[in-house]
């Protein structure tokens, strides 16, 4: 997810990475950076797959990830966004004064969610300079996987919440535009649509081969 802030200035994005931003870039790729996948990519429409073990594979991918998300720079990050389909999120939902906070949910879950209600404007990294308000759950309970694998719940509110459920959201493949009116979705896809083609390199409308995509989404 990505988060736009405003101030004096206008608007701002969160621009904090955990590395040493005076190293060469050459470093910085070195460490594991991955391609988002961009809207209209079907990779996004993929339901993940649980996490069995936490194999040098997946760990690397979990540091990669973090790479990934403070260089966009994004607050959090699905697998399937850098085009991996595990159930695996990463959050830092750290001010840009106070010291990084990376955290990792694998497996994370919904188990419960507030009748309240509560609106926030949402961005996704895979959907770039798009945001849109979104009114979802106000307060949520996860039960999700540690880095050790261990069992956890949180009781979340406010921006973790939110950050949550719609990076629990990407785990199955669906978009924060599923929440947003059909009319404003369709006009956002087709913007996307047409500058995949414009680009030449994405293919919109080819589902990927092993898709277990949702062909409907709320
Ligand atoms: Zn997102």
């Given amino acids: 997810m990505r988060e ?3 101030n004096s200035k206008g608007v701002i ?10 190293q060469p870039t050459a470093y910085i790729a070195a ?7 961009i809207l209209p990519d079907q990779r996004l429409r993929l339901v993940s797959d649980p996490v069995q073990t936490l194999d040098a594979e997946t ?5 990669d990830m973090f790479e990934t998300m403070y260089d966009a720079p994004g607050i959090g ?6 085009g991996v389909a595990k159930r695996i999120v990463t959050l830092d939902l750290a001010k840009k004064d106070e010291k990084p906070d990376p955290q990792v949910f694998i497996n994370p879950e919904l188990i419960w969610t507030s009748s309240e209600k509560a609106k926030y404007e949402e961005g996704c990294l895979s959907i770039p300079e798009y945001y849109e308000e979104v009114e979802r759950p106000a307060r949520v309970k996860v039960k999700y996987l540690d880095i050790d694998l261990k069992p956890r719940e949180v009781e979340a ?3 973790l919440a939110t950050c949550l459920q719609h990076e629990i959201d990407h785990t199955n493949g669906v978009l924060f535009i599923d ?3 059909k009319l404003k979705r369709d006009r956002v896809i087709k913007k996307f649509i047409k500058a995949a083609k414009q680009a030449g390199g994405a293919k919109p409308g080819h589902p ?11």
């Fill in 31 to 37: 460490m594991g950076l991955r391609s988002i996948l």
């Fill in 179 to 181: 929440h947003i009116s």
């Fill in 59 to 63: 760990k690397k991918l979990i540091d």
């Fill in 4 to 6: 736009r802030r405003e």
């Fill in 208 to 218: 990927h081969p092993a898709a277990k995509a949702r062909s409907h989404v709320v």
């Fill in 77 to 82: 990050l699905a697998a399937i966004q850098v």
């Fill in 157 to 159: 509110s406010g921006l």
């Fill in 13 to 22: 994005l969160r621009n904090r990475a955990p590395f040493d931003p005076a």
